[in-house]
C-alpha cells in the first residue's frame, strides 16, 4: 500500500463547477498535510497548507480527518486556470524532510 | 530571478555513463532537498541537506548516487553508471528553517533520459 493515495482522475469538469479530491495516508504519526499544485512540465508548488480545523483559502477549502487519515481538496466556481495536477502531501513533523507525495489528480476545466 | 535554480534543464545519456546535475537554491535559504519523480507520480525523496550537512537519505538512493552541498549554498547530485531505470525529472527544493511551515520552494527540474 502506497503511504499517500489519491485518486488518479482525470477529472473533466467545466468552468464555474464544483469538484472535490481526495487523499489517505497510511502513516499516523503524520502530523503535517499539504496541497501541492504542478501544471504541466512544471515544477510542484504549494497551493495550501491543511489544518486540523480546516482552512478556506478564496474558492479553495482543505479538510483533514485525523482518525480516518483522510484529507480533502474543495475548489469550486473552477477557471480554466485551475487545471493542473494536485498533489497531496503528508509529513510526519518538522523540518518536513521527509514528506511523501501523493501520485497526484489530474483535473482539466473546460470552457 | 531568485527562485531555485536547476541545471542543465534536460540531459540526454547514454548508459553506463555519469551525470551531474547542479542546483542552486533560494539564497537565505539552509535546507535543500532532491527529489526525483517519474511519469505520473508524485516526487519522491531521495536526500535533504541542512546547510553543508546531508541529514538523510532515502533507501532509493543507490551507492550509485552521490550528493554534495559544499559550502552549503548550491548543491550537485551526480549520478554514476546511469542506468535506464534512472531516467526521470530530479527536483531540487529549498526552504528556510522557521520559515512558513518550513515550504519547500522547488526548482524547474532536471529532466533525465538515459538511452
Known amino acids: 500500500r502506497k503511504e499517500v493515495e489519491q485518486d488518479p482522475g482525470p477529472f473533466n469538469v467545466p468552468e464555474g463547477a464544483t469538484v472535490a479530491f481526495n487523499c489517505t495516508y497510511s502513516?499516523?504519526?503524520?502530523?503535517?498535510f499539504f496541497w501541492y499544485r504542478q501544471d504541466c512540465r512544471k515544477e510542484p508548488k504549494l497551493l495550501m497548507s491543511?489544518?486540523?480545523s480546516g482552512n478556506e483559502d478564496g474558492r479553495f477549502t482543505a479538510q483533514l480527518n485525523r482518525a480516518s487519515q483522510y484529507i480533502s481538496l474543495l475548489i469550486r466556481d473552477s477557471k480554466l486556470s485551475d487545471s493542473a495536477t494536485y498533489l497531496c502531501?503528508?509529513?510526519?513533523?518538522?523540518?518536513?524532510?521527509?514528506?511523501?507525495f501523493g501520485a497526484g489528480t489530474r483535473l482539466t476545466v473546460k470552457p | 530571478d531568485t527562485g531555485v535554480s536547476q541545471d542543465p534543464r534536460h540531459k540526454i545519456t547514454k548508459r553506463g555513463q555519469n551525470v551531474t546535475f547542479r542546483c542552486d537554491p533560494i539564497?537565505?535559504?539552509?535546507?535543500l532537498y532532491w527529489y526525483r519523480q517519474t511519469l505520473g507520480q508524485g516526487p519522491e525523496f531521495l536526500t535533504y541537506?541542512?546547510?553543508?550537512?546531508?541529514?538523510?537519505k532515502s533507501r532509493l538512493l543507490s551507492d550509485r548516487f552521490s550528493a554534495e552541498r559544499p559550502k552549503g549554498s548550491f548543491s550537485t547530485l551526480e549520478i554514476q553508471r546511469t542506468e535506464q531505470g534512472d531516467s526521470a525529472m530530479y527536483l531540487c527544493?529549498?526552504?528556510?528553517?522557521?520559515?512558513?511551515?518550513?515550504?519547500?520552494?522547488f526548482g524547474p527540474g532536471t529532466r533525465l533520459t538515459v538511452l
Open positions: 527544493a529549498s526552504s528556510y528553517t522557521s520559515g512558513r511551515y518550513n515550504e519547500q520552494f
Open positions: 502513516n499516523s504519526a503524520s502530523q503535517s
Open positions: 491543511v489544518y486540523s
Open positions: 502531501v503528508v509529513s510526519s513533523q518538522a523540518p518536513y524532510n521527509d514528506m511523501r
Open positions: 539564497s537565505e535559504h539552509n535546507r
Open positions: 541537506f541542512q546547510n553543508e550537512a546531508q541529514l538523510e
